[in-house]
Structures are given as structure tokens and as C-alpha cells.
């Protein structure tokens, strides 16, 4: 019988290589683990003319140990060869194909590396394509590659910024895609996910990437895209994480003996339980999880930049970076989901919950699949994921069913259901409210401390007290029988059953009678307060009668003597905006006019962009002239009750709608909070008063009135009206007009008022004159 042996055929580079690592930021990232393996603190990733696939490059520069011809020769030309396996070190990567990212990237590939012991540099350039033959003779060891000697100092040039003493470049052209701008946002996105935070406690030292971007601009804004998308790569997952919520944090020891774990709630720590580790594959593992309700969610969102739902949900670490596909959005990887199809109410899915899993995998017990995605499916991957039954779980669900056991049975969060984000975000997140039912956590604390632990596996518990003391004053009966429960289940020497033993109904009584005795005290200072305070209120009223002329005239006014700078800056920005606007539209009718292609829609729609843009021009000057920078700036939240009440006694003092007498009637205490832009509101009261100018009106009375659900504004004039003949609903249309107006200004006042204020407008003729008349609804 004879003996055959395998042949390795050239396009086996393929397999390994571009048909194995199917996302180029993947690819990216091997060639980043391999830079750290090597011992490298930094990663340079230089993107040159890269939306150019023949002309562009992308460059990989790393600060490590660098190759001698040896490690090229023999090591990394030796596909699927790692010595890392033999090694007791951490490594990111061990399957020896990473190196073959390059080829993912791009069709050549020049390598330059220094050693800190040799003199000379060494040069390696492969040209990907000679691989790809389907001659059933071409081996891979048959084609060659260009190795060479080069000087030291030809590869440190190649450094821009810091010269490394050693290291590697890997120099990929003839790109295989094209890199824009959509594409290195993406990149860089990944990798701000891909990186676990270099003062983590998972490896040690400090390691970063620095993202280049060298391509050639068409304009300045894709000019600030490529520096916004340059510089060094912040860490996105958890670093500015700060959330007022529920976590939980469990670590087992490096030693795998013991394992820690702290339930975190409403700003303060619940409890930590330290137990023994029954998984016997696993060390050094964290587990961090956060539940998000929907207010989480909001400042979840301000805090990473993410919504919740786009950023992902559990992530896994192992030995400093990310295990991809684990956590992506949509990636129900530990099967949540499906899980809580069984029950909505009962458990939490992905959606409701963010966090990281993190391996420091010193043993190399967990190993990465070929592919570069996932890790295989071994005994401490099981031990680390699984659910075998309700008794026998793995670590994660472990953890993850305590936290879930805490918010589900025993907390009722604050609704905020009918509150839109604006709203959350303006309450704060160090005011957002937990609506605790006290008598619920204590009643579930015990059971949520023995979720799948075995009492005797309980080596310590310590409670917060001052947290568990001041539920236990508010419910007595039910924290007597968690005291009894835990006393039941834990060792005699734990720290909790000092606290616990020594927390008895005398001593609660004895601070609710303490506590009593100081309200009533703080009742006897309350009335010589209140005493003291009506006094002080008197003073004030006064005060405040002899403000409020000056207040009310003063309303525009409120500005320094000293000009706002920046103010009148952004206020001329909009000046110079809307005269650009107005050069444009003369521009583009002369156009239209040379060709001899005007329509007289054309030439009205022309002169009404005009006369808008002059009048928005008009009136940000008149604020200007009174100082009043901010409230023409942009768009605010104000009462726009008290500002036309405001706004129309300030106009009226200054004589600014000339001989027109104003009678104002504005009901007591009503107002209308709107985001709205106070320069428009003033414009479309400008256009009604200006239209009864127009009308001969001598006087304009403004009424605005409470009704039930509705506030009414009306504005009557004492002017010559409308003919009889007129059909009082065409006011509103657009060009229709009773004066030699441009018929615009009750077209955009109904405009305003229906899309601005949610409201409605009518108009009519009475017998002394024309009335507008405006319907909100209350806040």
C-alpha cells in the first residue's frame, strides 16, 4: 500500500484569505489585533487618495517587536502558523490567518519591518493576483514572492510623526474597494466599538489607534468630513456610560475560585454576594449589564451618541477586543429575544438591555472560530452562555436572571410613556424618578441574592445599610421577613448578619420617634418661617409693582450696554443669509429673463420672495436697534401670551405702527408655551396691524380670552373692511388681496398659524371694521 500526502493548492490564499474575512473592517481589525500582539502601545491606520482603488493606499503602522528574516521567512510566511498558540502570553488573535486581511484589502502588499537588534531593514512584496491560477499543477509553495534587505532609515521615514526604534508598516495598493467618506465612517464607528478601554482591568497598558485620513477634497465640507473622521479612536462603549438605572457587575477571580457580584439601583449599591465559582473553565471573566427603560434610553443616547437600539445590546471582549458578531444590533446571539417572546411582561429582551462580557483569557481556553466571527462553541464558551436547565445555567444567565428577577418582581418604574424625549431630557438625568415599591424589593431581595446560588456556595453578602435601614423603617413587616429569609440562608460569619441581627423593631421605632420629635421641631420653625416670609412678601409685591413698568418696557431691551458680540454676530449671519437669498433669486430671474421664459407666476412668485426676505430684513434690524440679539437669534420655548402682550406695549410706547391706537385686554393668568422663532410671531402681528393701516383704521383692539380648552386672540380694527361682495374665505389665499398689498401677509399669518401655533384662524367684517380671530388649545 503506498502513502499520499496533501498538496496545498495556490488558491488556498483565497480561502484563508479575501473569501474567509468577508468585511473589510474586520480585515482592518486583524491587521490592529496582530499590530498589538506584537507588543505594539499604538496603531497608526493611514487611509492616502483611498476613493481611488488603482492609485489609493491604506497603510498599517504599528510600534511592536517587529520581524526578523527568520519570523518572515518561517513564521509568517507559513500560512496558518501562530506561534502565539505555544505561548502562555494573551493574544488577540491565534489562528495564524490574519495576516491574510491584507489581501482582503487590497491586491499588493509591501511589508517593511525593523528588529530594535538589527542594523538592516526587511522588505516583503506579494502580489496577490499571481495566486489566483486555476492551473491544477500551481502550487502555493511554487510561487514566489520579492524578500529583500533594505536601510533602516528607509523604513523609519516612513513614519510621519513618532519614529519607532521598531516595528512594522504594511503598505496595501491596488485597493479592492473604494474608501469615501460613508465608508471610513463606518470603519471608524467599528472600531470605537472594537477597542475595550486601555484601563480596563482586562490587559494592561495602554494601547491606541490613530485613524490617518490623506484623501484629496472636492470642497471644504468634505474637507471638515475627513479631519472630523481623523485622530486617535475614543473608546464609545460604556466610558461616558453613566446612567442612573439598574446594573448588575459580576466578576470571577482570576484565580477561578470565587466569584463577585454587586446589584447596583437608584444611584446607590444594593448589595454585593461573593460565592463560590462552580464553572470550572472560566477566570478572570466580567460581566457588566445595564437595563434601559425608556427614559434610560434617552440619556443613553446623549451619553454614547447611540440610540440604544442602533448601538446594540451584549457585547464580548476577550483579551481587549471586541468578538464580532456578538452585540450587534439585531444579533440575539444569547437568544433574548426568543425568550421573551414567551412572555413580554416576565422578561427583559435586548432592547432593554445593554452590556459587555469581558474575557481575560490568559489560558486561551476560548477560541476564535476561522472566520474571524464568533468564538467555537467549547466547554468554557457553554460555561459562559448557555442555559442547560433552571438549575444548572450558565455564568451569564446567572447574572443576567438576578438583574432581571430585581426589575421585573420588584420595581415599578416612573411612567414615562407620554412624555416625547425633549421632555426626558429636560427633567435630567440626575432627576429621573424611580417610583420604587419599597415593599416589593424587600420582599424579592433574598430571592434575587439565591437566583441559581446555592446557599452554601454563599461565602459573604453585604447590604447596603442605609439603603435596606431606610426601606425597613417604611416597611417593618415585610423587611422582618426578608431578615428572617436571609438569616435562614446565610453563614453565620457573612457581614450582613451583624447588620441584620442588630436591626430589630425597637430599633426602628426608636429613629421613627427620633424622626418625629425633629418634625415637629422643623413644624415650629416652618411657622416662624412662614411668619418671617409673609412679611418679606409684602416687601415684594411692592417691589414688584414698581418693576413691572420698567420690566414690561424693557422686555427687548434686556442686553447690556456693552454690545453681545456673538449675538450680533449670528444676527448679522441671518442678515447676510437672506441678502445672499435675495442675490440669488435676482440672479436666477435675470436668467430666466435673457432666455425670454417668464411666466407671470414667475415674475409674482419672484417679488414675493422679495418683499419676504426684505421684510424679515427689516424687522431683524429694527430688534437690532433696540439690542435685542437673542430673541431674534432662533428658535425658543416662550409664553407667547405674555410676549404679544409684551411685544405690543413696547411697539405701542415707541410709537412704531404711528397714529394706529392699540387697545390690549389680556386676560389674567393665561399662557401658551410654544418652541417658536419670536421674530416670525412679531412679523405676523406686524401684517395684521399693517393691513389695518392699510384699511384707514385708527384704532386696533387686541382681546385674548380663556374658554374652556381654548384661547381665543382676536384682533379688531375700526378701518373701512371688506366690500360685501368679497368672499371672505379667499382672504387667506395665496396673492389675493382688497388693497394694493401683495396679498401674502394673511396667507402666511394662516400658514403660521395652523403649522407654527397648531391652531386655527378666521376672518370677518363686522360693522365697525375687520376682525382676525385665532383658536388654541390650552397647554
Not at 50 to 72: T, Y
Not at 82 to 90: A, Q, Y
Request: glycine share 6%; with cysteine.
Amino acid at each position: 500500500m503506498g502513502k499520499v500526502s496533501f498538496r496545498a493548492h495556490a488558491r488556498i490564499k483565497d480561502i484563508v484569505g479575501k473569501d474567509l474575512i468577508n468585511n473589510d473592517n474586520i480585515a482592518i481589525i486583524e491587521l490592529i489585533k496582530n499590530a498589538k500582539d506584537a507588543g505594539s502601545n499604538k496603531v497608526y491606520v493611514i487611509f492616502n487618495n483611498s476613493e481611488d482603488v488603482e492609485k489609493g493606499k491604506i497603510i498599517i503602522q504599528d510600534f511592536g517587536k517587529g520581524m526578523s528574516e527568520d519570523d518572515i521567512k518561517y513564521k509568517w510566511m507559513n500560512i496558518a502558523y501562530s506561534e502565539k498558540r505555544d505561548s502562555n502570553g494573551k493574544y488577540a488573535g491565534d489562528k495564524g490567518v490574519g495576516r491574510f486581511s491584507c489581501d482582503r484589502l487590497g491586491k499588493k502588499l509591501d511589508l517593511f519591518s525593523i528588529t530594535g537588534s538589527e542594523n538592516i531593514g526587511r522588505k516583503l512584496s506579494i502580489d496577490w493576483t499571481k495566486f489566483e491560477i486555476d492551473d491544477i499543477d500551481e502550487e502555493v509553495s511554487k510561487i514566489k514572492v520579492d524578500y529583500s534587505n533594505c536601510s533602516k532609515i528607509e523604513i523609519i521615514n516612513l513614519y510621519d510623526g513618532e519614529k519607532p526604534k521598531m516595528g512594522t508598516t504594511l503598505v496595501i495598493s491596488n485597493l479592492r474597494a473604494s474608501w469615501n467618506t460613508s465608508s471610513l465612517s463606518r470603519l471608524k464607528k467599528e472600531l470605537e466599538k472594537f477597542v475595550l478601554d486601555p484601563k480596563d482591568s482586562s490587559y494592561k497598558g495602554d494601547f491606541h489607534v490613530q485613524l490617518i485620513i490623506n484623501n484629496p477634497y472636492k470642497n471644504e465640507e468634505e474637507k471638515n468630513e475627513y479631519i472630523n473622521l481623523s485622530g486617535r479612536i475614543e473608546n464609545k462603549i460604556f466610558d461616558k456610560l453613566n446612567l442612573r438605572t439598574t446594573s448588575i457587575n459580576s466578576t470571577i477571580s482570576t484565580n477561578g475560585k470565587i466569584i463577585t457580584t454587586t446589584l447596583h439601583h437608584d444611584g446607590s449599591d444594593v448589595f454585593t454576594l461573593v460565592e463560590k465559582n462552580s464553572y470550572s473553565k472560566l477566570a478572570g471573566v466580567q460581566i457588566q449589564l445595564y437595563y434601559l427603560n425608556q427614559a434610560s434610553k434617552v440619556f443613553f443616547k446623549l451619553n454614547s451618541g447611540y440610540r440604544s437600539v442602533d448601538f446594540g445590546s451584549v457585547f464580548m471582549f476577550r483579551n481587549g477586543f471586541r468578538v464580532f458578531p456578538y452585540g450587534e444590533p439585531d444579533n440575539d446571539w444569547l437568544k433574548l429575544d426568543k425568550r421573551k417572546a414567551q412572555g413580554q411582561r416576565r422578561f427583559i429582551g435586548t432592547r432593554e438591555l445593554v452590556g459587555k462580557i469581558i474575557i481575560d483569557d490568559k489560558k486561551n481556553v476560548f477560541s476564535p472560530v476561522s472566520a474571524r466571527e464568533g468564538l467555537v462553541d467549547n466547554d468554557a464558551f457553554k460555561q459562559l452562555t448557555h442555559t442547560s436547565s433552571k438549575r444548572d445555567t450558565s455564568y451569564f444567565f446567572k447574572i443576567f436572571r438576578k438583574l432581571e428577577k430585581f426589575v421585573v418582581d420588584g420595581l415599578d418604574w416612573f411612567n414615562l410613556s407620554d412624555m416625547n424625549e425633549g421632555d426626558i431630557e429636560s427633567l435630567g438625568q440626575e432627576n429621573l424618578l424611580f417610583d420604587n415599591k419599597d415593599a416589593q424589593i424587600l420582599d424579592i431581595l433574598s430571592s434575587v441574592v439565591t437566583t441559581f446560588t446555592n446557599k452554601n456556595d454563599i461565602l459573604d453578602l453585604k447590604l447596603n445599610e442605609s439603603y435596606i435601614f431606610s426601606l425597613a423603617q417604611k416597611e417593618r413587616k415585610t423587611f422582618e421577613k426578608m431578615k428572617d429569609e436571609l438569616l435562614g440562608l446565610l453563614p453565620e460569619d457573612v457581614e450582613a448578619c451583624d447588620f441584620l441581627k442588630n436591626i430589630n423593631s425597637n430599633n426602628l421605632k426608636k429613629v421613627l420617634t427620633a424622626q418625629s420629635k425633629q418634625v415637629q421641631s422643623l413644624k415650629k420653625e416652618n411657622k416662624a418661617l412662614k411668619t418671617e416670609v409673609a412679611v418679606k412678601d409684602k416687601e415684594l409685591e411692592k417691589n414688584k409693582k414698581e418693576l413691572k413698568a420698567t420690566d414690561e418696557e424693557n422686555m427687548f431691551l434686556r442686553a447690556s450696554t456693552s454690545r453681545d458680540t456673538k449675538c450680533l454676530e449670528h444676527l448679522m449671519h441671518k442678515v447676510a443669509n437672506d441678502v445672499l437669498t435675495i442675490n440669488e433669486d435676482i440672479n436666477y430671474f435675470r436668467n430666466k429673463l435673457k432666455k425670454d421664459n417668464l411666466s407671470k407666476n414667475d415674475t409674482e412668485d419672484f417679488v414675493n420672495k422679495i418683499q419676504k426676505h426684505l421684510q424679515y430684513v427689516a424687522k431683524i434690524a429694527e430688534f437690532a436697534i433696540n439690542r435685542n440679539y437673542r430673541i431674534a437669534a432662533g428658535s425658543r420655548k416662550i409664553d407667547i401670551i405674555k410676549y404679544i402682550n409684551d411685544y405690543l406695549h413696547n411697539v405701542e410706547a415707541n410709537k412704531l405702527y404711528g397714529n394706529i391706537i392699540l387697545n390690549i385686554d389680556i386676560q389674567k393668568k393665561i399662557s401658551k408655551f410654544i418652541n417658536i422663532k419670536p421674530l416670525e410671531l412679531s412679523i405676523m402681528i406686524d401684517n395684521i396691524i399693517n393691513n389695518s393701516k392699510k384699511a384707514d383704521a385708527s384704532k386696533v383692539s387686541v382681546v385674548i380670552k380663556k374658554k374652556g380648552q381654548n384661547i381665543f386672540i382676536e384682533l379688531n380694527d375700526n378701518g373701512k373692511g371688506i366690500s360685501t361682495d368679497t368672499l371672505i374665505d379667499r382672504v387667506f389665499e395665496k396673492g389675493y388681496t382688497t388693497t394694493d398689498g401683495s396679498g401674502l401677509g394673511l396667507y402666511y399669518l394662516k400658514d403660521f398659524v395652523e403649522k407654527q401655533l397648531k391652531g386655527k384662524v378666521s376672518a370677518n367684517t363686522t360693522e365697525s371694521g375687520f376682525n382676525i380671530r385665532m383658536v388654541l388649545s390650552c397647554n
